[in-house]
């Protein structure tokens, strides 16, 4: 009987199998455009989005009529990103929260539940580097790293997870990295934080997807230039990505409810090569790609993100112009940490 289960079991995996594959096709032939939910009107949380990726999510989403609620460390930036996102008609709430602690994270959820409402939307954004070398690494800047990267991740999932159970409506994305599948030198604890973000966002995923409606993103970038990461970080083969490429992916990948999206999609084959090919091959062919990752000596603080702002906000202007002066401003500007 069992025997007879189990081959039932293996044709019923392969049909599932074909129909994906096929569906995925059908689906490449339909625009994205068509594909993507709407999220007017719901209540979406980016954490850091004081700046960099956070800030350029964040005006993405406004512009598509969510309510947007952002969290950083750094006051000022927050306050900058609120009034950006007003800027183009938006509606913006910020709070100085530091995911670094765990009351913080509670308390500030309370407070957006009790001023602004239930979030449906959770963008895990925040992210930061050490970018020495493991040994010279001070244990503070790892506590840190696994922190902001990784365990804040825990704590904004239990603050807003149980209302999304409620409405059974919600969606948590995740910003990880390409560095969350594979390791690459002087990003001993970044790669370690994000291996740990992949692991727990999949493991979420198999939690929820059974039994509520409620959907998970995990965005895997290359480098990005200008969020004050990377800046030293000048890979061979492939460029770094801009932020606003980047930005426009995690809003197209969960507009979309993909499960996983790599940016740029082609290095998907990066993921395949590790497994595919011995482990001394692959391993020099990461390698190679960020061997100028070994010339890198910053740490990245929450980076004061003036550079970015317009001191003055054009009065009245059309918003659209707006928002790619911001935007392209972003992106031009070279932060050093
Ligand atoms: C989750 O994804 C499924 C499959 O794409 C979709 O049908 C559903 O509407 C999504 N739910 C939410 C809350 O986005
Ligand atoms: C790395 O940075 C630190 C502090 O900024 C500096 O003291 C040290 O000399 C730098 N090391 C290298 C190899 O550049």
């Not at 059974?168 to 599948?181: E, P």
């Not at 395949?272 to 001394?280: D, Q, S, Y």
Request: hydrophobic content about 45%; proline content about 4%.
């Amino acid at each position: 009987m069992s025997f007879l289960r189990s081959i039932g079991d293996l044709i019923g995996f392969l049909i599932l199998t074909v129909v994906s594959i096929a569906e995925s096709i059908v689906k490449l032939f339909i625009p994205m455009k068509y594909r993507m939910k709407s999220i007017a009107g719901e209540i979406a949380l980016v954490t850091g989005g004081g700046g960099g990726l956070g800030r350029l999510i964040a005006l993405r989403l406004a512009k598509l009529g969510a309510i947007v609620v952002i969290w950083d460390v750094n006051k000022i930036g927050t306050e900058e990103t609120v009034k950006l996102v007003e800027a183009i008609g938006g509606t913006c709430y910020g709070y100085v929260c530091d995911l670094c602690d765990r009351e913080d994270v509670y308390k500030k959820a309370k407070l957006v539940k009790e001023e602004v409402g239930k979030v449906t939307i959770l963008i895990n954004n925040a992210g930061v580097a050490s970018g020495m070398r493991f040994i010279d690494t001070p244990d503070k800047l790892i506590i840190r790293t696994m922190d902001v990267n990784v365990m804040s991740h825990f704590w904004t999932t239990k603050a807003f997870l149980p209302s999304m159970m409620e409405s059974n409506k919600g969606h948590i994305v995740s910003i990880a990295s390409l560095a969350g599948h594979l390791g690459v030198p002087r990003l001993v604890d970044y790669c370690t934080s994000k291996f740990a973000a992949i692991g727990f966002e999949e493991a979420l995923h198999m939690e929820l997807a059974a039994r509520y409606n409620i959907n998970t993103t995990v965005i895997c970038p290359f480098f990005i230039r200008s969020t004050g990461m990377f800046e030293d970080v000048s890979p061979r083969f492939f460029p770094r990505l801009s932020p606003n490429e980047v930005a426009d992916r995690v809003v197209s990948a969960m507009r979309c409810n993909e499960k996983i999206a790599v940016v740029p999609g082609y290095l998907y084959i990066l993921l395949v090569a590790k497994w595919a090919f011995p482990w001394t091959v692959a391993g020099m062919f990461i390698r190679g790609i960020v061997s100028n990752t070994l010339g890198c000596n910053t740490t990245t603080t929450p980076a004061p993100k003036k550079e970015v702002i317009p001191t003055v906000l054009p009065k009245k202007s059309d918003t659209v112009n707006i928002h790619q002066q911001l935007t392209k401003r972003i992106s031009n500007s070279e932060r050093k940490p």
